[in-house]
Structure formats: C-alpha cells, structure tokens
C-alpha cells in the first residue's frame, strides 16, 4: 500500500515538472520580437490598455502610435495575427520603424497574437526564426505558429462554437485569432486579444483597419484585399491606383456568413473601414517541399513553379518564387493606396505617412535597408 502510494507521489512529482518545464520551454517568448520604433513615434502602449484583462499574460502586446503635425484621420496595421504569415509583421515592423506621419495619425500592432510566436506547428517542420540582412548586421524575426500556443490556452473545446452566430469549427479555431472576432473582455486568451483590438479601434476612432496576412498559393483568395461591404469602394480606388504602379491587387468581398474574422466584425461591430490583405506564402502551402527559413525568405519551391505550369495555383508563381520582399512590398503597397484613396475620400479627415518605401523602392532595395538589425 505504501510502496503504491510512493508510486503514486512519484508519477504526480514527475507530470508536475514536465508541465512546470514545457511551460518555460514552450510558452516563452524568445529573441525575434523586437521593435525599434521610429523616432517620430508619439507614444507607445500595450493591447492591455483596451482590455485590462489582458495585462500580465502572453498575449499582451506592443502597441505603437504615432501623430502627424495636423490633424487627421486613423489608420491602424495589423500583422501577426497568425505567426506563420511573415509578410504581415515585417510589413508591419517597416511602418512601425520608419513612419513619420504629416497629417492624422497611424497605429501599428506588429505582433497581434503574441502568443503564437511562442510556439510553431507541430509536425510541420517550421523554422523558428528567419533572418534578413541589414546595411548594419542581421534582423532575427521569430517565425510562429498559426495559433495561440496550447500551453496559454488549454484545453481546446471538442467543437469550437462561435460566439456570433454560433458556427460550429473544429476545437482549434478556438486558438485562432482570426476566428475570435469580437472577442470576450474576459473569455479565454484569443478572445481577450479580439476583444482588445476590437476596443482599440472604437477607442481611438480608427478610420481604416487593414488586418495583414499571407495564405498559401492554392488558395483561391490570394494577392487580394477584402473589403468590409462599406469599404469596397476605398478597396476599388486602391486597386485601380495599384495596377498604374504594376501591382495587381485583386478585390474580394468580406462573406457576411462567415464569421469571426477580422474584416467582417470590425466592420459589423464599429464605423471603421475594415480590410484584410492576403499575399502568397508558399511555406504554408500543402505542396511544398522542404519548409525552412530559406523558403520563408526566398518564396522559392520547384513544386510550386510545377504546379503553376499545369494550371494549378490561383496566382502566378515564377521560377524564382515569391519571395518575402514582394509580399512585404505589396502590402505596403496595398497599405498606402487605401490610405490615399481614403484621403481622396474624406479630404478633412486625411492620413499622409512619409518615409514609408514604395513597391519599387522595396524591390530595388531589399527590405534590409528599411529594418533595424537585431540588438546584440
């Protein structure tokens, strides 16, 4: 009886340290989440500061302001809502880093879903980090995970029911981001962060929210903006403004039956003009091959460039791939023909940020020119 009670104490110490340990190993936050904010930044805040709820857990984040010398309209940028889409918070790093604002005033969230970057998919074989070269050392930017680490929200329901309309998805969607819109002051972590963002846009009357993503090159929306109903004519202008720069945007229309997500609640639930930007990773793809930082980078997989030739992928995929710049260069792209457009718009609420890089300036430059290297 004792030597099973021992037994027992043993197997419970041992569970106790495993949990204790993977909660340390997997649920911190590692080098690659840096932001070094321009100096024309007005304030810095923490997502916290919308839902106090928030604060003190994983996924509380950096939440960066800037103020233009006349007043304005707001625009708030996105990225990382998912943590295996590199284009969104490189394009957002690239703002936050860079941006002087002459009239209104932007806010950039680089890292949405914090959480996700503590973690990456499990049998994916997903790097943890990728790194771009600067004129003054390299830029390490962590490479994440498509949702909330289990470890800071746990267990996952059987079914996830959304909170909107009450779709049924399967019990991970619980943990993405881009499912838990408008989220809960006080439900589980993913809704928090919606809830905080969905708070932030009311609070500080953002104009236009642009939500910045990546899908793989099988998807059928790609290279896309989604537009809010409201926000499809801002989306037509920007387009148009594009296709005389060489950029070919495409323009969906936010599904009123699916639920959740960003461009469709924020949109629902406050007066803003709500779009969600889509470029083509191939890392996430189903038909890539091998999936590491050279990929994530280079946008480059023969599988791909094969697939293309037989008519099989929504986009055009060269044989030089799709590489990180030109997705981060059409979002910014993207980002400055819907301010613009909206500005053209609403002349006395307009948005004006400088020192921002163009398409072409992106692609004859790299994007190392417009980061910070990492702090040693």
């Not at 707001?74 to 957002?92: Q, W």
């Not at 998805?169 to 881009?178: P, S």
């Not at 809010?228 to 495409?250: N, P």
């Not at 639930?269 to 280079?298: C, M």
């Amino acid at each position: 009886m004792k030597r099973t009670r021992l037994r027992g104490i043993i197997i419970i110490t041992i569970a106790f340290l495993i949990v204790v340990l993977s909660y340390q190993w997997f649920g911190r936050v590692e080098r690659g989440l840096e932001i070094y904010a321009s100096p024309y930044i007005a304030e810095q805040k923490m997502l916290s500061d919308y839902n106090p709820h928030l604060a003190g857990t994983p996924g509380d984040t950096e939440v960066l302001v800037f103020e233009g010398e006349e007043p304005g309209g707001t625009l708030l940028v996105v990225g990382g809502a998912h943590g295996d889409e590199a284009a969104g918070p490189v394009t957002a790093l690239i703002f936050a880093e860079n941006a002087k604002v002459k009239q209104g005033r932007l806010i950039v969230i680089p890292f949405a879903n914090r959480s996700g970057y503590t973690h990456t998919l499990p049998q994916e074989g997903h790097p943890s980090e990728y790194v771009i070269p600067t004129p003054r050392g390299d830029r390490i930017i962590k490479y994440g995970a498509r949702l909330t680490n289990p470890v800071h929200q746990w267990p996952d329901p059987t079914v996830y029911v959304q909170q909107v309309d009450g779709q049924k998805l399967a019990g991970t969607e619980a943990r993405n981001l881009n499912r838990a819109f408008p989220g809960s002051a006080n439900g589980h972590l993913t809704s928090r962060v919606a809830y905080a963002i969905v708070e932030l846009i009311k609070t500080e009357n953002v104009d236009v929210a642009i939500d910045l993503h990546e899908s793989s090159p099988e998807y059928p929306v790609n290279n896309a903006i989604v537009a809010h109903d409201r926000a499809m004519e801002l989306a037509v202008f920007a387009s148009l403004d594009l296709s005389f720069e060489g950029v070919d945007i495409g323009i969906e229309p936010s599904p009123s039956g699916l639920r959740g997500l960003s461009h469709r609640e924020w949109g629902d639930n406050t007066d803003v003009y709500a779009f969600l930007l889509e470029s083509a990773n191939p890392a996430q793809g189903r038909l890539r091959g091998k999936t590491n930082a050279e990929l994530v980078i280079s946008g480059r997989d023969p599988m791909y460039v094969k697939s293309y030739e037989r008519g099989r992928l929504y986009v055009r995929y060269p044989e030089h791939g799709v590489p990180l710049v030109e997705r981060v260069a059409r979002h910014t792209a993207t980002i400055q023909a819907l301010a613009s457009s909206f500005s053209e718009f609403y002349p006395e609420r307009r948005i004006f940020v400088e020192n921002i890089p163009s398409y072409t300036e992106l692609m004859a430059s790299g994007l190392g020119n417009y980061l910070a290297p990492t702090a040693k």
